[in-house]
């Protein structure tokens, strides 16, 4: 059986991190799982409860399964931020292989004992399943925003990491580390990039000695990537990039065959549209 925490475990010892990339769709799931097995690198398909909601829960937990089994291939499904016990509790029930449970909009205390309480309850459903908590503020929102948030004052605090990972037993930290959900317009515009807080990476690392993920990976500086990476990080969540490609792919066969109905004539533009930019960032994550 694949398991997605040897599969993390063993990455962190070949010091690559696994790419997390969120589905709303079958377009996206094809192009994700294609690059994947072209290169031939684990991957994690997120969907956060707006994804689910769209997809429905126990059918995107089902099709990424059907992928692992059919092709024995080390893909897995996370259900990303999950913001209420119930719709954690519904994930691990439909057979997600891990659950960020993101209290993060709270103070400390609250966000210590909801994460806590949620680990407990997901665990009782299955042991082996991986749960995340979030500390610090990454913002809301894959998508393209007009204006940079103010991110200084968000930034996690090693000490504070240590203890809400004591208190709570997660398995996985996110933490705010310079990075944001969705992109700015000059990003997509590829004129700006984001850059990150090595330094605090490293020192949440070494104070926590917990897997960490890296979310709002879109837009990054590659540079920085790789420096986040050999700095602790063993997830790196890419959303914005996805649906920009998706959008663009789907625009394109349009504008090409305007006459076109058939679905499965279209939306291979998409799927290779998406594909070309999960293949660069698989690349990069593993170290090649
Ligand atoms: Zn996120």
Redesign the pocket.
């Known amino acids: 059986m694949r398991l997605v925490r040897d599969v993390l475990e063993q990455a962190q010892k070949n010091g690559i991190a696994i790419g997390h990339f969120n589905i709303s769709d079958l377009v996206l799931l094809k192009a994700v799982f294609d690059a994947a097995r072209e290169l031939n690198l684990p991957i994690v398909v997120g969907a956060s409860q707006e994804e689910r909601n769209f997809m429905g829960v126990r059918q995107i937990a089902t099709l990424v399964q059907s992928l692992r089994e059919d092709f024995d291939f080390s893909i897995f499904v996370n259900a990303?931020?999950t913001h209420s016990l119930p719709k954690a509790v519904e994930g691990a029930r439909a057979g997600f292989d891990a659950i960020v449970f993101d209290a993060s909009a709270l103070p400390f205390e609250e966000n210590v004992a909801r994460t806590k309480e949620a680990v407990e309850a997901l665990k009782a459903i299955n042991p082996l399943i991986l749960v995340e908590g979030e500390l610090g503020d990454?913002g809301t929102g894959s998508q393209i925003h007009d204006k940079a948030p103010d991110l200084l004052k968000g930034l996690t605090n090693p000490e504070e990491a240590k203890q809400f990972v004591d208190s709570t037993g997660i398995d996985i930290l996110a933490p705010a580390v310079g990075n944001m959900?969705g992109m700015l317009k000059s990003m997509v515009r590829g004129e700006k990039k984001k850059h990150l807080d090595i330094a605090r990476i490293a020192q949440i690392k070494s104070a926590t000695q917990v897997l960490l993920t890296l979310?709002?990976g879109s837009g990054t500086d590659d540079e920085d990537l790789r420096k986040a990476i050999a700095a602790g990080i063993n997830i790196v969540?890419v959303k914005t990039e996805l649906r920009v490609a998706w959008r663009h792919g789907l625009e394109g066969a349009l504008a090409e065959r305007p006459a076109e109905i058939v679905p499965y004539k279209i939306l291979p533009f998409a799927v290779e549209s998406v594909k070309r930019v999960v293949l660069s960032r698989l690349n990069l994550f593993g170290g090649r």
């Open positions: 990303d931020h990454i959900h979310h709002g969540h």
